[in-house]
Each structure stands twice: as structure tokens, then as C-alpha cells.
């Protein structure tokens, strides 16, 4: 996603070249999620599939003139989840797109997109970005080096996983978590687990799993 973002900002920045600091109204807004030619469908990852509705969205969208006049785009996040209803709606759009628009298909699995959807595409392949760069990348944002380090080590090499874990507040939970259990609090941890939601009690499992792999 952070780096459909930097494609958006590249296309729409208001002074015709992007630069990572750059504070147009484009820029800004697009960072905000709230610019009129750039917009996610499907960013609710727990639904297990995309609803043909969405789809209708994303083509009716794209079919209007830009409201800047520059260039529209539209990003659908976790697109193996593309129905194939839902991916052969999409088809017309990608033989024929209309001028100036681009489409961005985010997924983790494309062998798990339709071979008609893939033929189409221009495939780009991200691999993992280097613990360091991501930590040294959040300390910039003022974050400081200790939860850097924490998030960029949990962030399985994506920059603005890093960064959502930081807006979920994942690093203050964290500590709080292994305060508890260093003051020997083990029972009352577990109490609380027991109390949680089937989601919260994994993660906390996961996060003694980390401490004792740590540790060791």
C-alpha cells in the first residue's frame, strides 16, 4: 500500500515531481486518503472475498473524467480474493481502460488470480525490505529507536505494516505485556487471556513465543 501511495503521488503531485517530503495539496490528501482520484476497495481483509458490488464500484469510478484532470487511480488490496464473477467483471476494464487510468492489483498470491487477470497485468514483485532500513526509516518519523527496532523486526520486511503496528499502538501493548509477566504476574496474564477474544489470546501467544525465541 505505501508504495501505491508513492505511484498516486508521483501521478498526482501538484508540482509535477514528487519528492518524499513534498507538502502539496495533492500529496497531502492522497496521504490522508481523501484526494477524489485515488481511492482503495476492499482494504477490509477479513471479509473473505470481494463482493461483485465492489467491482461495480471500482468500474464506475474509473469510467468518470478525473476531477483534477490528471489521472484516477484505483487500488484493490488483497485482489486473490477476487470471486472469478468479480475478476471477469474487471476484465473489460483492464483490455480497455480508459485514458489516463490506472489500476493497481495488491496480492500476496497471484497464482491465485485468474490467468486472464494475470496476462493483462505488468507483474512487480516486492521482496521484504532489510529490518535495519525499516527501523532506521521509523526513526525518521520520530518514532523512537526502541519500539523502530521492536516493529521492524515484527513487520515481516513491510515498511507500512511497520507503520500500522505504530498507529495500532502494537508497541505499547507489547510492553505492557512483558512488564506483566516480568513482575511475575504470569497468573494474572493468563486470566486475562481467558478473557479475551479468540484473536487477542493468538497474539499474546505469539508474543511469549517471541520473548522466550529471544531470550534463547
Known amino acids: 500500500k505505501a508504495l ?32 477524489p482520484d485515488f481511492h482503495y476497495f476492499g482494504e477490509d481483509e477479513s471479509k473473505r472475498s470481494f463482493a461483485i458490488s465492489e467491482v461495480r464500484d471500482v468500474l464506475n469510478g ?13 487500488v484493490l488490496v488483497g485482489a486473490e480474493r477476487l470471486t472469478t464473477e468479480a475478476a471477469n467483471a474487471l476484465l473489460k476494464l483492464l483490455e480497455e481502460p480508459p485514458p489516463s487510468s490506472y489500476l493497481l492489483l495488491l496480492t500476496e498470491n497471484p497464482r491465485r ?13 516486492l521482496r521484504p525490505v532489510q529490518k535495519e532500513t525499516i527501523a532506521a526509516q521509523l526513526e525518521k518519523k520520530g518514532i523512537q529507536k ?10 515481516n520486511g513491510s515498511f507500512s505494516r511497520a507503520l500500522e503496528m505504530h498507529e495500532e499502538g502494537e508497541w505499547e501493548e507489547a510492553k ?3 512488564d506483566t509477566m516480568c513482575r511475575g504476574q ?12 479468540r484473536s487477542e489470546i493468538v497474539k499474546n501467544i505469539r508474543r511469549t513465543a517471541e520473548i522466550l525465541r529471544d531470550a534463547l
Open 113 to 125: 488470480l485468474l490467468e486472464t487477470i494475470r496476462s493483462r497485468c505488468s507483474i512487480i514483485r
Open 146 to 155: 526502541e519500539e523502530a527496532v521492536y516493529l521492524a523486526k515484527k513487520s
Open 62 to 74: 474509473m469510467s468518470l473524467r478525473s476531477f483534477e484532470g490528471k489521472a484516477k487511480i484505483a
Open 4 to 35: 501505491s501511495r508513492s505511484f498516486a503521488r508521483l501521478l498526482l503531485c501538484e508540482k509535477g515531481k514528487f519528492s518524499e517530503g513534498c507538502e502539496c495539496s495533492s500529496c497531502r490528501r492522497i496521504e490522508n486518503n481523501q484526494h
Open 186 to 197: 504470569a497468573g494474572s496474564s493468563i486470566s486475562l487471556w481467558q478473557k479475551s477474544e
Open 176 to 178: 505492557e505485556f512483558i
